[in-house]
């Protein structure tokens, strides 16, 4: 399980290491339709011997000791040989937990077989569901995992994506900063000033939906905050105004009300429900 590629200057090394003293650590391998192998361990090992077999150095049918394992071993044998190496790159560690979650395993059998924590494991399979390009940024060290676990507060990738690509204009040297990040997904905000729907539903309905609602007088105009990068199974059921099926009591929101929704990102889709109003 390798998703960032081996530097050219570390094959041309191991390459010289064996063509100095051999190969002294044997390839994993794990079966593959058609009569073929795939590496489960040894990938670095592999492309030094294919750098010795494009210089001519050794025969392109050179024998090469192999260990077979299951398929079912592949994904583990691969993630700790690299992990033991050095410390796995976070975009591996994604593409590896991911792979073995696929498997059947929990976070807690990957964490067994690998040494992290569940919690840890739990964190980074999160991150597995983030936009292509924000992982490919991570794989190329563009970004840090803190700014990956900002990005996966938005759940839509599109989202992500704008949102990453925002933080990258705007900072310094291109970029991006972990809390613009965090502003940008998190105080979206949409004027329901004038929206029917809003007047339809009333504000009273959304102190009963752990909404936050806050007063403003000069303003007058109602805010709806974060709504939008709610997790989908709020936004089907108490909390999207296109499915209320029944009108509340009062003619709507008092035009000195504004909406703003806190806390609505918990990893347990819980909320805080605070109201006040100032008169």
């Not at 900063?177 to 959304?206: H, M, P, W, Y």
């Not at 806390?263 to 909320?271: G, L, W």
Request: aromatic share 6%.
């Amino acid at each position: 399980m390798r998703t960032v590629p081996y530097s050219a200057e570390s094959v041309s090394e191991l390459a010289d290491s064996i063509k100095g003293v051999g190969l002294l650590q044997n390839l994993v391998v794990h079966a593959l339709p058609g009569d073929r192998h795939g590496v489960a361990a040894g990938g670095r090992r592999l492309a030094a011997l294919n750098m010795l077999a494009e210089r001519g150095i050794i025969p392109a049918d050179w024998p090469v000791r192999v260990k077979i394992i299951s398929q079912e071993l592949a994904t583990a044998a691969s993630m700790t040989e690299n992990g033991h190496r050095r410390d796995m790159h976070p975009a591996e560690q994604i593409a590896g937990f991911c792979a073995m979650a696929q498997e059947g395993k929990t976070p807690a059998q990957i964490g067994d077989l690998l040494g992290y924590s569940p919690r840890h494991v739990q964190r980074m399979l999160k991150l597995a569901d983030l936009a292509p390009v924000i992982l490919d940024a991570l794989a190329e060290d563009l970004i840090t995992t803190e700014h990956c676990q900002a990005l996966a507060l938005e759940n839509d990738t599109a989202r992500q994506v704008q949102v990453f690509e925002a933080a990258c204009q705007s900072g310094w040297g291109g970029k991006p900063e972990v809390q613009t990040i965090r502003r940008l997904v998190t105080e979206s905000e949409v004027a329901v000033a004038g929206n029917s729907k809003f007047r339809f539903v009333g504000a009273d309905a959304f102190c009963q939906m752990n909404c936050a609602l806050t007063c403003s007088a000069t303003t007058r105009v109602a805010m709806w905050t974060a709504w939008r990068s709610m997790p989908p199974c709020w936004k089907n059921s108490r909390l999207l105004l296109n499915t209320f099926g029944k009108p509340k009591a009062g003619d709507g929101a008092p035009d000195a009300w504004s909406l703003s929704v806190s806390a609505v990102r918990m990893p347990e889709h819980t909320a805080v429900c605070r109201s006040r109003k100032r008169c």
